[in-house]
């Protein structure tokens, strides 16, 4: 491995190396553990995941093209046993991966399409880049004290690593660009970016504030940073190494394997993981309770705890809660959801439902008014409400100022919501009806050319079977439960296709 950074000085070395880079390269390609000015690398159309660049020391990371959606590359280091980034380059936008994109190092690790956009750029002016073992890339200047141009440390993507530190002028943002983590003076917040695009700042779903057991947090005293452990914990401190806060994971003060890992995923929570040697273990979630997720059942959902998840307006689609799958399945039609202000003439129609609040209530605002006919006639004509949720007995009025997402279901009658669903929500569900009653007319058609067709012998044979049928019924003795039970279950089974 060594070879490759060893400044060959006679051309009996050089034929040596060349011998040696060829033969090693038909067995195993070398990684190098730096990279120097005039390093140039294009994306190797055969590979399927990850294409390493530049290794760290141990080897258990690398600084690699990361193939996403199929043809699009992201510059990202991933740890070699997973496959799995720990961060990537926050370009804009992705390169292809093709012939045209090409990452060089001329000082500074540029990202270029056709040779000549810059699609992302470090600007510094380094002479080489190393990744160290945290890991953590770093440009470096200058031979025998080399000073530090640029880490990716400062530059978080998703993902948090052991000892980076988190300081309250960066953010972590989910892969979907959904969801962020961020400080506050004495918190660290979770926040969606629910509204539309181009509208102000994003709603805040979860609020950890330090408990400041040992050391109290100081106003002026600086801002507070977030580190994870190697002990097991995910603590915030403001001065010095006595921690304000933590909050402990599963394996807090066992040692577990490194490396030690957070991510924002993109349903919304903070999920913790160490590497056993052979996977990621789940290590600790800020949010444990799935239904508290910000929209784990997506635009106009309702989502019941220990049951799942199922829509606003009835159109059952109940399912077992698996967080990954909920995505696929929605209430609202998968597009862009409109912006009440700039409808001419607001068009929307509205929802009432008995029974439900907002997952994360007691970090909304609200006001008191006298009645729940109140609380909505302040929402029904305001345009930048979409609902409100108002509880009978505290008589708290909420209001959501951005497109419906998940709505708890709790049962107490006196919790009640009210919202506006945006008139492209309603095309899809006309369509849905369309498509029901044609499915409908169709069946009773055929059940009754079916019935036409058999009419003369069932006619024949009618008398003696309702006899049995009333007789077995008798027997049986059914009640209306059972009646009812199975005339919804059709509704359902009807509503579904
Ligand atoms: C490195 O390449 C980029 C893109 O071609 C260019 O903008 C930049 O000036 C170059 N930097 C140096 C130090 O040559
Ligand atoms: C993180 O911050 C602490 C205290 O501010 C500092 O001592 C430490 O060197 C920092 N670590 C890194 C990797 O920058
Ligand atoms: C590299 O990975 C192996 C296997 O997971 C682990 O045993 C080893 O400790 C790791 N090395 C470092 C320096 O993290
Ligand atoms: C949903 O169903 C419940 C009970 O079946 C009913 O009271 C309510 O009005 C329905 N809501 C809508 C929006 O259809
Ligand atoms: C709300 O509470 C008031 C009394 O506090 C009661 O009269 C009213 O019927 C309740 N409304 C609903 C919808 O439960
Ligand atoms: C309209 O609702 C927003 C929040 O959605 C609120 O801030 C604003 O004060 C309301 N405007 C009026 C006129 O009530």
């Not at 060594?2 to 090693?24: C, D, G």
């Not at 305001?382 to 951005?402: E, Q």
């Amino acid at each position: 491995m060594k070879i490759i950074h060893i400044t060959v000085k006679s051309p009996f070395l050089l034929f040596i190396a060349a011998l040696l880079i060829t033969h090693l390269s038909k067995s195993t390609a070398i990684i190098p553990q730096q990279l120097v000015r005039g390093f140039t690398a294009n994306p190797n159309p055969t590979v399927t995941n990850f294409q390493p660049l530049l290794n760290d020391s141990t080897g258990n990371f690398s600084l690699s093209f990361l193939r996403v959606n199929q043809d699009q590359l992201a510059l990202a280091i991933v740890h070699v046993a997973s496959g799995e980034p720990l961060w990537q380059a926050n370009s804009a936008e992705l390169a292809q991966w093709g012939e045209h994109t090409q990452l060089v190092f001329n000082g500074s690790f540029v990202i270029s399409d056709h040779g000549s956009r810059v699609l992302w750029s470090t600007n510094t002016d380094g002479d080489r880049v190393v990744l160290t073992s945290a890991p953590n890339l770093q440009i470096l200047k200058g031979e025998k004290s080399p000073s530090l141009l640029w880490q990716s440390f400062d530059f978080p993507s998703n993902t948090l690593v052991e000892n980076q530190n988190f300081t309250s002028d960066m953010s972590l943002v989910s892969s979907n660009g959904v969801y962020t983590m961020r400080l506050g003076p004495d918190f660290i917040g979770l926040y969606a970016k629910f509204k539309h695009i181009g509208s102000d700042p994003s709603q805040i779903y979860y609020r950890h504030r330090a408990m400041q057991a040992k050391v109290n947090i100081v106003e002026g005293r600086g801002p507070i940073l977030v580190r994870i452990s190697s002990d097991g914990f995910l603590g915030m401190y403001q001065n010095g190494s006595t921690p304000a806060d933590i909050q402990s994971f599963n394996s807090y003060q066992r040692s577990a394997p490194a490396p030690r890992r957070v991510r924002i995923e993109d349903d919304g929570n903070l999920k913790g993981y160490y590497w056993s040697g052979s996977s990621w273990v789940l290590d600790y979630q800020a949010i444990s309770e799935t239904c508290e997720l910000p929209s784990l059942c997506g635009l106009y959902g309702l989502c019941r705890s220990g049951v799942g998840c199922s829509c606003l307006d009835n159109q059952t689609q109940t399912q077992t809660q698996t967080q990954n799958q909920t995505q696929s399945q929605q209430c609202y039609p998968n597009q862009e959801i409109g912006d009440l202000c700039s409808v001419k003439g607001n068009k929307f129609w509205e929802l009432r439902k008995t029974g439900v609040e907002l997952p994360y209530k007691e970090l909304m605002s609200y006001v008191e008014t006298a009645s729940y006919e109140q609380c909505e006639k302040s929402c029904h004509m305001n345009c930048t409400c979409w609902g409100i949720l108002y509880n009978n007995a505290s008589k708290f009025c909420y209001n959501v100022d951005y497109p419906i997402q998940t709505i708890l279901e709790v049962g107490h009658e006196s919790k009640m919501g009210y919202f506006k669903v945006w008139e492209g929500a309603k095309k899809k569900k006309d369509k849905r009806l369309w498509i029901g009653i044609g499915l409908l007319c169709g069946a009773m058609i055929l059940v009754g050319l079916v019935v036409g067709f058999g009419g003369y012998k069932l006619w024949k044979r009618k008398k003696r079977v309702n006899n049995r049928i009333l007789e077995e019924e008798h027997i049986n003795a059914p009640g209306p439960y059972k009646d009812l039970g199975s005339s919804s279950f059709g509704s359902i089974e009807l509503s579904n296709r």
